[in-house]
Each structure stands twice: as C-alpha cells, then as structure tokens.
C-alpha cells in the first residue's frame, strides 16, 4: 500500500513523520509473544496488602505507561492522583467503607451480591490504607475551550479503560500488585481529591507489595475457545 501524500492547505493536521518500526522475525515475535503472554498469565488481583513503601519513581514508571494508551481524538482524557499521603488514603477509605456498607446491606440487588459471593469481597476496605500508594484514575469526561466553555472529548470510557489495563500491565510487569476498586457510588473522591467537575472517578487502584500471608481465590480463566471466534474463510 502506498501512503497518500498529504495535501497541502491541511493546516490543523499535525506534521507526520515515519513510524518508527523495528521489524523481527515470526520466530522473535512468537518468543516475545509467548513470553508477555507468560508474564500476564501470572498476574493475579489481591485484596492484601503489605505496607512495605514502594518509591514515587515506580508509581511515575506506571502512569507514564498508561499515559501511552491510545484514545479518541488523541485528547488523553485522563488523569492519575497518586496518593502515599496517610491521613488522605484513611479519609478515603472511611468514605468509601460508608458507601460499600450501604452497598453490602441493601443498595446492591441480591442477584450482585450472589455474583460476588464466591470472590469474598465486602466493605472493610484494608487495602486503602495497608497499600502504600492509592492511585485514582479520573476521566475527564469532557475539555475546555480557551473561553473556558465545554469541550467535547469522544470515546472517554474506552481511553481510560486502555489506559487502566496498560496501568495494570505495568504494575505487573515491575513486580507489584495492584486491584481495581471501584467504590459505589464514587463522587466522594472527586471532593476529597480536590478535582475538576469535567472528571470523574473511574477506577481506585492500591498498589504495593502483596501481605507476606496475601490469599487469592482459586480461580482459572476462560478458555481461548470460549473468548475468541475465529472466522478465515
Ligand atoms: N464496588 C464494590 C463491589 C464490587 C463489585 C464488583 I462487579 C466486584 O468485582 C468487586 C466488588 C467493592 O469494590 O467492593
């Protein structure tokens, strides 16, 4: 295929300029592929936490990798509060152990709960506090202009939900171990973080080091057969 040269007058278009592509063998890339694929297969999601301090340079590394993410119109429509500060996590746990106790007792149709039974999740929100880090994705769910009117940003939810798997991916892959929390309702982090009303709390993601007795329930995945389909001819 032969790239279509570009017209000149296009003045809003950014320059372009050649892909930087480092081409590898099939047999590269299935070591490479083989080897990730090994990497993420061993990562697990645990409520426990030890309090063991993770420098701010690695937390930095892992935003750094969420922010490649790809998103609509390129617009990056998020934004990661990184909190060690102690006082702040006990705040946020409290608020958020008041909304997932209404959750656990009567917010939540039964048919949710039975859903999480078997995970064994409930309101007491450790993590918030043993982790030494909280990191809060926010999606900015819209811009705004220089007139400081509103400003439209498309396909926000799937941007920062790339943006939260590369996060995770990251974490992962540096040999830390983070989970995806996710407080109902959530308004409350956007008034303790301190946050613009264009973002909204997405994800809560304690990062640290698992507890020395850290416990995951067993648990496999779905088959490639049950995820993919695929259709050659
Ligand atoms: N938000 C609650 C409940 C919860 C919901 C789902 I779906 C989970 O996979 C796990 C928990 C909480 O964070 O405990």
Known sequence: MTVRPTSDGDENRHPFVP???????????RTDA??????MQARRTT????????????IELAIRTAGTAPSGAHQQPWTFV?????????????????????FYNGRAPDEWLEALAPLGTDEVKTHM????WVVVLFRQAYGFRADGSKRP???????????????IAAIHAMGLVTLTHTPSPMAFLRELLQRPVNEKPMLVLPVGYPAADARVPDISRKSLEEIAVFRER
């Open 153 to 167: 940003y498309y396909y926000t939810e799937e941007s920062c939900g790339i943006a939260a798997g590369l996060f």
């Open 34 to 39: 083989d080897a990730f694929y090994h990497t």
């Open 47 to 58: 409520r426990h936490f030890s309090s063991r301090p993770v420098p701010r340079d690695l």
């Open 82 to 102: 990184a909190i060690a500060d102690a006082d702040l996590k006990g705040r946020m746990r409290a608020a958020a152990e008041v909304e997932e106790h209404a």
């Open 19 to 29: 892909l930087q592509f480092a081409p590898r063998s099939l047999e590269q890339s």
């Open 129 to 132: 506090t043993d982790a030494p």
